[in-house]
């Protein structure tokens, strides 16, 4: 079985600051991980994934996340904070060859000016 | 144009109606998803299909049914709609192999709400 846990359903950051996310995972296997980001009354769009390869992970919009095995963690980063990266984001996970994700519960990303 | 359409965008109907919900890829994928997200839920996995003969159960399928039409199509319906399937719909395809596994492409959604 597999799970997430994201830390935080609401984050607040002031513009040009740092963004972190929290990701916690549970999985049985080795898993592959991804975030996901959603735009107002948009579908999810592909921000990076974790797939066995380097576990510092670079994504689009600046974005990037670390996988660390030790901590069963996949924590979203961004060095500054762009007003346009106000979004929903969700952090999921799979097992290799299985290509069901389970997604995390969301983390509502707000930017103040 | 999008790779992942839905239609329709938006719905409203009443207590008791069948709905159909449908998706369409141009992507070319083998496999196709269906969610519903909820406030503060994430999104749930209603039905997945891995090819046109290959359809499962999720974690939430009681209530829906789905058809794999072609391997570009893949419709939910809702049999019997009731007010607590109101939420947000979204299809996804993902490839099997070709170094993109497990990433999924999802559509645009739709708004369906039951009265």
């Known amino acids: 079985a597999q799970s997430v846990t994201q830390l935080g359903s609401h984050v607040s950051v002031s513009e040009g600051a740092l963004v972190l996310l929290r990701c916690n995972y549970s999985s049985s296997v080795p898993p592959y991980l991804f975030w996901y980001v959603q735009y107002p009354n948009q579908g999810l769009q592909l921000l990076l994934k974790?797939?066995?390869?380097?576990?510092l992970v670079k994504g689009i919009n600046g974005f990037e996340a670390e996988f660390k095995k030790s901590e069963t963690s996949f924590h979203l980063t961004k060095p500054s904070a762009h007003m346009s990266d106000a979004a929903e984001y969700f952090c999921a996970v799979s097992n290799f060859g299985n290509e069901k994700l389970t997604f995390g519960t969301g983390t509502r990303l707000t930017i103040i000016p | 144009d999008a790779d992942v359409t839905q239609t329709p965008r938006n719905r409203i109907t009443k207590t008791g109606k069948r709905i159909m919900l449908e998706c369409s890829q141009t992507?070319?994928?083998?496999?196709m998803y269906w969610y519903r997200q909820d406030p503060g839920l994430g999104l749930q996995l209603i039905y997945y299909?891995?090819?046109?003969?290959?359809?499962n159960k999720g974690e939430i399928s009681d209530g829906y049914s789905v058809s794999r039409q072609a391997q570009a199509k893949f419709s939910l319906s809702l049999e019997s709609a009731i007010p607590n399937q109101t939420a947000l719909y979204f299809c996804a395809t993902s490839d099997r192999g070709q170094g993109d596994t497990d990433t999924q492409y999802f559509g645009p959604g739709t708004r369906l709400t039951v009265l």
């Open positions: 992507k070319g994928h083998d496999r």
């Open positions: 299909s891995f090819d046109v003969k290959d359809i």
């Open positions: 974790y797939t066995s390869a380097a576990t």
